[in-house]
């Protein structure tokens, strides 16, 4: 998300909030794919050195989570069914358990690519530190958590000199703890294949 009059971009890493986010006025401007990556912005924008970079992130233990239960209960009525269809079917129709999706993150293109791009794994299992650098360097001008959302967001709009904002809980996934779903195979596995994040953002299983 650009805001060319503030002069500030919003990241939108998935299942990070990036929806509630985005609904906020200043923070509905031009898109376009909706997870672009930092690098992408440097791409695309003219003079992107002059440029305030912001995004939230999550734990990646809860973060999974929040994808499996988000594909296993769309629908076809879901905006965004026609990009996740793929990802949806694979979940769906083989009636996957958490665990069973936990250990085929493992072979993401095999079975969680995007739509008529079968070498393509879909934005949702990406590390969330590939979204917020640029060839390997970290670049944003402040990260915030999901866990600590409204404060974060608070001092977002403080940085960039606009009016605080009550964020709207959207795209919320139904569960219980999500701890509560995982075994020593399966988080051994997120740590494995998320400790980029895991180290960067300061996470451990059960913050």
Same mark, same amino acid.
């Given at each position: 998300?650009?805001?060319?009059?503030?002069?500030?971009?919003?990241?939108?890493?998935?299942?990070c909030?990036?929806?509630?986010?985005?609904?906020?006025?200043?923070?509905?401007?031009?898109?376009? $794919?909706?997870?672009?990556?930092?690098?992408?912005?440097?791409? !695309?924008l003219? %003079?992107?050195? *002059?440029? =305030?970079?912001?995004?939230?992130?999550?734990?990646?233990?809860?973060?999974?989570?929040?994808?499996?239960?988000?594909?296993?209960?769309?629908?076809?009525?879901?905006? $965004?069914?026609?990009?996740?269809k793929?990802?949806?079917?694979? !979940?769906?129709? %083989?009636?996957? *358990?958490? =665990?069973?999706?936990?250990?085929?993150?493992?072979?993401?293109?095999?079975?969680?690519?995007?739509v008529?791009?079968?070498?393509?794994?879909?934005?949702?299992?990406?590390?969330?530190?590939?979204?917020?650098?640029?060839?390997?360097?970290?670049?944003?001008?402040?990260?915030?958590?999901i866990?600590?959302?409204?404060?974060?967001?608070?001092?977002?709009?403080?940085?960039?000199?606009?009016?605080?904002?009550?964020?709207?809980?959207?795209?919320?996934?139904?569960?219980?703890?999500?701890?509560?779903?995982?075994?020593?195979?399966?988080?051994?596995i997120?740590?494995?294949?998320?400790?980029?994040?895991?180290e960067?953002?300061?996470?451990?299983?059960?913050?």
């Amino acid at each position: 998300m650009i805001n060319k009059t503030k002069k500030f971009v919003f990241i939108h890493v998935p299942k990070c909030g990036g929806t509630s986010v985005t609904k906020c006025n200043h923070f509905n401007c031009w898109r376009g $794919n909706s997870h672009l990556t930092l690098e992408d912005y440097h791409r !695309v924008l003219f %003079n992107s050195n *002059s440029y =305030k970079y912001y995004s939230i992130v999550r734990n990646p233990w809860s973060r999974m989570l929040s994808v499996y239960t988000y594909w296993k209960y769309m629908d076809s009525s879901h905006k $965004n069914y026609i990009w996740d269809k793929a990802a949806c079917r694979a !979940v769906q129709d %083989n009636n996957m *358990s958490f =665990k069973e999706f936990i250990s085929k993150l493992l072979e993401p293109k095999i079975y969680f690519h995007k739509v008529n791009q079968p070498d393509v794994e879909m934005p949702h299992l990406k590390t969330q530190y590939s979204f917020l650098n640029v060839g390997g360097k970290f670049k944003m001008d402040f990260v915030g958590k999901i866990e600590n959302l409204q404060n974060d967001f608070d001092f977002i709009c403080d940085q960039i000199g606009i009016s605080r904002q009550k964020l709207p809980h959207l795209n919320k996934s139904e569960h219980i703890a999500y701890t509560d779903y995982y075994d020593d195979e399966t988080i051994e596995i997120i740590d494995h294949l998320y400790k980029n994040d895991i180290e960067h953002f300061n996470y451990n299983f059960g913050d």
